[in-house]
């Protein structure tokens, strides 16, 4: 059998094979965030066939104050339920299962689209975009692991599978864990464990509230591939304090470089983060980037690169590359 083809296993999830959607942002959404008929076309034809074993839901709001953009998904309060189980049922539908991954925006957040003020660990402008953030307190550190929480029960709500934590491309946790972006002295700056304390606290608190039993995620900017930024190093240290915290899968990506690497057009690009990482924690790593050819996905997963592909662009360009990667396999 082919690699890509193998059920993965664990005593949370089965999934049919290792092909995955990772969460990408569509703006198809209503304004308020609210799931609209377009989004769930949308995810309709993704998932058509259940080809792709997992479909990440893109990062969806926990509060206003973390909304990214104009058109984003929102998982911030209780009203939302009954649409995003419409999103879940037509997945499950087409034969596939569907964890969310929830998010708040933090120093890449803007006024302009949230309407409240702009916060983050440090008040450090982000190197990417947003205003210039106020530093938050820890009362307010602690509101937002609580507004975590209160998202991760709604996405359990909704019939998804699973949840997934967004620490990845600049966001909110992200400048937490990046040494760029946070400058504190408190007991969530300095070393790699104090800057993911409330990493830990959130994934606590979430599991506490969905049970043993729901899976979580967690996606990583593993590096910022800049100077004076997270590094491999301390992703391995953090991985590692995750799988103790209760995160069931590691989902690999950057930090401030984002979603790509300038220069770099390899398939699986991010494959050194994920094959480091691997070495230290046994839960599933899922890698995506740059990834177009089935082969170079059975390649990743023979040589140990990775548990789980993720394939983005080219399934949002073309909603039957995973039914001819499967069907190529066979």
Sequence with gaps: MSYLLKPLETDKLALKNRLIMPPMATSKSREDGKVSEDILKYYDEKSKGGYISLIIIEHSFIAQAGKASKKQLSISDDGLVEGLKRLSEIIHRNGSKTIMQINHAGSAASRSIT???????????????????????????????????????????????????????????????????????????????????IHLDIIRAIRESVGDDFPIFLRLGASDYMPGGSTVED????????????????????????????????QGYFSPLTEEIKKVISIPVILT??????????????????????????????SSWAKKAVESLE
């Design 235 to 266: 992703s391995k240290i953090a991985a590692l304090e995750f799988e103790k915290a209760g995160v069931d899968v590691l989902d690999i990506s950057g930090g401030f470089c984002r979603y790509t690497l300038p220069g770099n057009t390899s």
């Design 289 to 318: 980037g740059g990834i177009t050819e089935v082969q170079a996905a059975e390649t990743l997963l023979s040589e140990n690169k990775a548990d789980l592909i993720g394939v983005g662009r080219a399934v949002y360009r073309d």
């Design 115 to 197: 309407g409240a003020e702009v916060v983050g660990p440090s008040a450090v402008a982000n190197p990417i975009k947003g205003d210039m953030p106020k530093e938050l307190t820890c009362m307010e550190i602690e509101n937002i692991v609580k507004q975590f929480e209160e998202a991760a029960i709604r996405v359990k709500r909704a019939g998804f599978d699973g949840v997934e934590i967004h620490s990845a491309h600049g966001y909110f946790l992200n400048q937490f864990f990046s040494p760029l972006t946070n400058k504190r002295t408190d007991e969530y700056g300095g070393n790699v464990k104090a800057r993911i304390k």
